[in-house]
């Protein structure tokens, strides 16, 4: 029943490492979104998807990599870690929407913690 | 650029307080205005939204109105109990030039509530 989840919840690793974290919405949404939660709960957005296309890239590392596999799955890699990569990353999905009206809603996943020794 | 501005916290109420959280924007044209819950160790869940101006946005017993004259939506409750302690974040949806649009989130406020 779960509508949007991501796995792990919980990552540890050492710097320099490179990992994924896995995110599906069963809920039929067009796009999907990646955000990054830091130690004093600042919310910001990293990607976006619709319909597999990537539309939302912000200020992001380029190690930071999403891939799209379809539209239910948006998967984080992370090459390369390091200590300032930790942090509560967040999928979401919301509909699809149209130029003008449809849906803003979004819906999150429970978040990943990432820590980086 | 949009941005959000919410009141520092923790705010610190006792039950059955009332609670205001602050919460102004920046933003040009008519963006779509939210406040979003995080409980301990959760994802954030929609609590309300409001999508024009002078729209009032309401759920289990938390209200907040579009002020486009103040460019505010301040989320406000009659009763707080221990359950609602939580972070609230306000967030605006605002088209980009791609014609997406996206949502940029505040700080976000914490609530503590004590019995």
């Known amino acids: 029943d779960t509508a949007v989840s991501q796995t792990p919840k919980y990552l540890v690793t050492q710097m320099g490492n490179d990992k994924s974290i896995k995110c599906e919405q069963n809920?039929?949404?067009?796009?999907m979104y990646w955000y990054k939660q830091d130690s004093k709960k600042f919310l910001k957005i990293m990607f976006s998807y619709n319909n597999k296309e990537l539309i939302i890239n912000e200020t992001v590392p380029n190690r930071f990599s999403p891939k799209s596999p379809d539209k239910a799955h948006l998967n984080l890699h992370i090459n390369s870690l390091e200590l300032g990569d930790s942090a509560v990353y967040f999928c979401a999905s919301s509909p699809i929407w149209i130029r003008r009206g449809g849906s803003d809603t979004q819906y999150f996943g429970p978040g990943t913690r990432l820590t980086v020794l | 650029g949009n941005s959000v501005t919410q009141m520092e916290g923790p705010v610190t109420l006792s039950e059955e307080a009332f609670l205001t959280i602050n919460c102004t924007y920046t933003a040009t044209g008519y963006p779509s205005l939210f406040w979003y819950v995080q409980y301990p160790g959760e994802g954030l869940q929609l609590l309300l939204k409001a999508t024009k101006a002078d729209d009032k946005g309401s759920n289990k017993g938390f209200e907040a109105t579009y002020r486009k004259e103040t460019t505010s939506f301040h989320l406000e409750k009659g009763s707080v109990q221990v359950s609602d302690s939580a972070v609230y974040f306000c967030?605006?949806?605002?088209?980009?030039?791609?014609?997406?649009?996206?949502?940029?989130f505040g700080s976000g406020t914490r609530l503590q509530v004590q019995p």
């Open positions: 809920l039929g949404h067009d796009t």
């Open positions: 967030a605006l949806s605002k088209e980009m030039d791609t014609g997406r649009r996206a949502l940029t």
